[in-house]
């Protein structure tokens, strides 16, 4: 799935989507009856909603799913402010073959991000593997953002090597 971010109007879109996917979900978590059944429906049953076009998933993946997109919107509204010229942004999180990154200007080859979220940004690689793909990208502008809860939000100078490619800690 790509979304097109042309505006703030764009984003205040998907961003009802997924409080209207959370609010459903929390309602269905409600009516489970039992501790007991509890974690079994939240892991399997399809309690959950996509965040963006609201079909059935389990809880668990939702809150994955919900996490990934309000980074990579939060990460498309930052760059907004920086890259006017880019004409808006296509986002794919977590689709990889649906774009090449997860964050791409409509105007080819200017700016490029990834985009994640984790308990820290090394959980898994993850801020290096997306720093090994970025410095790949041939993007005039090239990002790193994350959202990890009990991080610092902000530049963050330390994953910043000599490839051009920013890094952020954003707060979602």
């Not at 989507?17 to 399809?46: C, H, N, Y």
């Not at 509204?77 to 073959?97: C, I, Q, T, V």
């Not at 290096?128 to 100078?157: E, H, I, M, Q």
């Amino acid at each position: 799935m790509i979304l097109t971010i042309r505006n703030t109007k764009d984003l205040d879109q998907y961003y009802t989507a997924i409080e209207k996917s959370t609010t459903q979900a929390v309602e269905a978590i409600r009516k489970v009856e039992s501790p007991s059944d509890a974690l079994r429906t939240l892991k399997f049953e399809k309690v959950g909603f996509h965040p963006i076009d609201g079909r059935p998933l389990n809880f668990i993946e939702q809150v994955n799913q919900t996490f990934t997109f309000l980074t990579a919107l939060k990460a498309a509204s930052w760059l907004f402010d920086r890259h006017p010229e880019a004409g808006g942004f296509k986002l794919a999180p977590g689709a990889h073959a649906a774009q090449p990154l997860d964050v791409m200007s409509i105007v080819p080859d200017l700016v490029g991000a990834e985009t994640f979220a984790a308990t820290h940004p090394e959980s898994n690689r993850k801020i290096f593997n997306d720093l090994a793909k970025l410095k790949l990208a041939k993007c005039k502008f090239r990002y790193a953002f994350f959202y990890s809860p009990n991080f610092p939000t902000g530049n963050v100078k330390k994953y910043e090597k000599d490839h051009g490619i920013e890094v952020h800690c954003l707060d979602i």
